[in-house]
């Protein structure tokens, strides 16, 4: 089995910087693409950011882009989301996700727990 556990989250205001970061445990040498995905308060989850394993093919929400960079490594087994110029429209529980599967769009298979981003002044 796998295991995803986030970090990093927390209040930050408009205009500021968060990084958060997803360790990976059990069974993570099948794991290949890994991404980044967000709820806010009323609304369903939507993709953030995804990586594939050798880190050389991305892929980003158009509301993140320019502003939120995903990266990984495999030797430590993490995955992070460096997110820059937050706004209010980006508070929202952020999961990080795996997949089996070596193309960064479709389902993925496992899921961390989340954690909350809330971008305030």
């Known amino acids: 089995q796998v295991q995803l556990v986030e970090s990093g989250g927390g209040l930050i205001q408009p205009g500021g910087s968060l990084r958060l970061s997803c360790a990976a445990s059990?069974?993570?040498?099948?794991?290949?693409?890994k991404g980044w995905f967000r709820q806010a308060p009323g609304k369903g989850r939507e993709f953030v950011a995804a990586?594939?394993?050798?880190?050389?093919?991305?892929l980003y929400a158009d509301s993140v882009k320019g502003r939120f960079t995903i990266s990984r490594d495999n030797a430590k087994r993490m995955v992070y989301l460096q997110m820059n110029s937050l706004k209010p429209e980006d508070t929202a529980v952020y999961y990080c996700a795996a997949k089996i599967g070596v193309f960064i769009n479709g389902s993925y298979d496992y899921w961390g727990q989340g954690t909350q981003v809330t971008v305030s002044s």
């Open positions: 990586i594939t394993r050798s880190g050389g093919s991305t």
């Open positions: 059990g069974r993570t040498n099948k794991l290949n693409a």
